[in-house]
């Protein structure tokens, strides 16, 4: 590969992120600064690490942006859990919205493997 952009992992972090920013540039203020800032940080921390990682070249240290990654997906199901509780987001999308996290998380963790028998290659 030579582009992130063809990562299919980075493709749906960064189109599941953007999902998340169409809800909370809805939020009022006070949802915005509290829990809104932070669920946008952890989700685009996800697709921002396993790009840096790409950019690295050097498969340990990418394997080592991936697990920040994967700490991002449980920051991220963290202030999901928050934002469905308090009722930020409606409930009718909490069940899809956790499939679509869990499945990136499992697939971060095919990449982080298929980085591995890589560098044992």
């Not at 009022?28 to 669920?39: E, P, S």
């Not at 697709?47 to 449980?74: M, P």
């Not at 928050?82 to 996290?101: C, M, S």
Request: hydrophobic share 35%.
């Amino acid at each position: 590969m030579k582009d992130i952009t063809d990562l299919n992992v980075y493709k749906e972090a960064l189109d599941f992120s953007n999902k998340i920013w169409m809800f909370c540039k809805q939020f009022d203020y006070f949802t915005q600064q509290t829990v809104g800032i932070q669920l946008v940080k952890s989700t685009d921390s996800i697709s921002a690490n396993i790009a840096e990682g790409f950019g690295r070249y050097h498969y340990k240290e990418n394997i080592h942006f991936c697990y920040y990654a994967r700490g991002s997906v449980e920051e991220t199901k963290d202030w999901l859990r928050k934002a469905f509780y308090r009722d930020i987001i409606p409930k009718q999308l909490e069940n899809k919205t956790f499939d679509e996290i869990t499945i990136i998380y499992k697939k971060i963790n095919n990449y982080i493997n298929s980085i591995k028998v890589k560098s044992n290659s």
